[in-house]
T-cell receptor, first 113, second 114 residues
């Protein structure tokens, strides 16, 4: 049973560019959450998608947007990249028999130059 | 304003002894707490959780204790093994653990010494 998968593994962009990160949830999960983890910090909640709608959002600007597809996979889009957006972006899924637990993918390391 | 605090950035424990990792929270609305373990270049791995209606939950070598009046929880690992060396994150939620964004502490780096 495949766990949460994310692509790409690493990404390098320049300031002002746009980026799209992708996530496939664990089999049987219908909820996807995105987190940003800066160096030396804990993950910070960006937003959560359920039934193709943004259900909850953390304290992130509108430059961060997302989407969930009918197969429950999800994308995170970041526009007008800033140097401070350099971080590890983590996707987590939950749902089904794992309603109370979020399971994380390996993350995408984004570097903004 | 940090709602979940892990005040020890690092902890060194001898192999075979007990490791105790601590976490404090400030938001009274939190009702579900989780511990994750993270190795470098990997995503967090779920370890154990506890609902606010309980004060203890055990799973093998891992036990989590919750003291609601003190807004404090702790993770006990007995006995500690070399593979336990990792960064441990405490996380909290106000609506179960899955249907809500988690609030994380900054983590504690546990080092198990042979």
């Amino acid at each position: 049973d495949a766990g949460v998968t994310q692509s790409p593994t690493h990404l390098i962009k320049t300031r002002g560019q746009q980026v799209t990160l992708r996530c496939s949830p664990k089999s049987g999960h219908d909820t996807v959450s995105w987190y940003q983890q800066a160096l030396g910090q804990g993950p910070q909640f960006i937003f959560q998608y359920y039934e193709e709608e943004e259900r909850q959002r953390g304290n992130f600007p509108d430059r961060f947007s997302g989407h969930q597809f009918p197969n429950y996979s999800s994308e995170l889009n970041v526009n007008a990249l800033l140097l401070g957006d350099s971080a590890l972006y983590l996707c987590a899924s939950s749902g089904g028999t794992s309603y109370d637990t979020q399971y994380f993918g390996p993350g995408t390391r984004l570097t903004v130059l | 304003d940090q709602q979940v605090k892990q005040n020890s950035p690092s902890l060194s424990v001898q192999e075979g002894r007990i490791s105790i990792l601590n976490c404090d929270y400030t938001n009274s609305m939190f009702d579900y707490f989780l511990w994750y373990k993270k190795y470098p270049a990997e995503g967090p791995t779920f370890l154990i959780s506890i609902s606010s209606i309980k004060d203890k939950n055990e799973d093998g070598r891992f036990t989590v204790f919750l003291n609601k009046s003190a807004k404090h929880l702790s993770l006990h690992i007995v006995p500690s093994q070399p593979g336990d060396s990792a960064v441990y994150f405490c996380a909290a939620s106000a609506n179960g653990g899955g249907a809500d964004g988690l609030t994380f502490g900054k983590g504690t780096h546990l080092i198990i010494q042979p």
